[in-house]
């Protein structure tokens, strides 16, 4: 098992080749000084969404701590019938 893991999915092979496709295209059409705040607003919205899915993660595990514990519970309760 890895320790990082990405998506497998063609859906997302394609947005990453996609992705390449359109910065070599502002590569060669813009200038230096433009490519490069394009490239910083990259980085930052790479930022953005990592903070927001760590936030996704983090509710999500709450959430299925949650659950288990319930079921937890749950099982106490039959068994102790």
Do not use: T, W
């Not at 813009?30 to 910083?40: A, G, M, Q």
């Not at 509710?59 to 102790?80: H, N, P, R, T, Y």
């Amino acid at each position: 098992m890895e320790f990082l893991d990405v998506p497998k999915s063609e859906k997302y092979r394609n947005a990453l080749k996609a992705c390449e496709k359109i910065m070599d295209r502002l590569a060669e059409r813009l200038s230096k000084e433009d490519y490069d705040l394009v490239e910083e607003l990259q980085d930052q919205v790479s930022i953005a969404q990592s903070e927001e899915n760590e936030c996704h993660f983090k509710v999500g595990f709450s959430a299925g701590l949650l659950v288990q514990q319930e079921m937890i519970e749950q099982v106490k309760k039959i068994d102790d019938k």
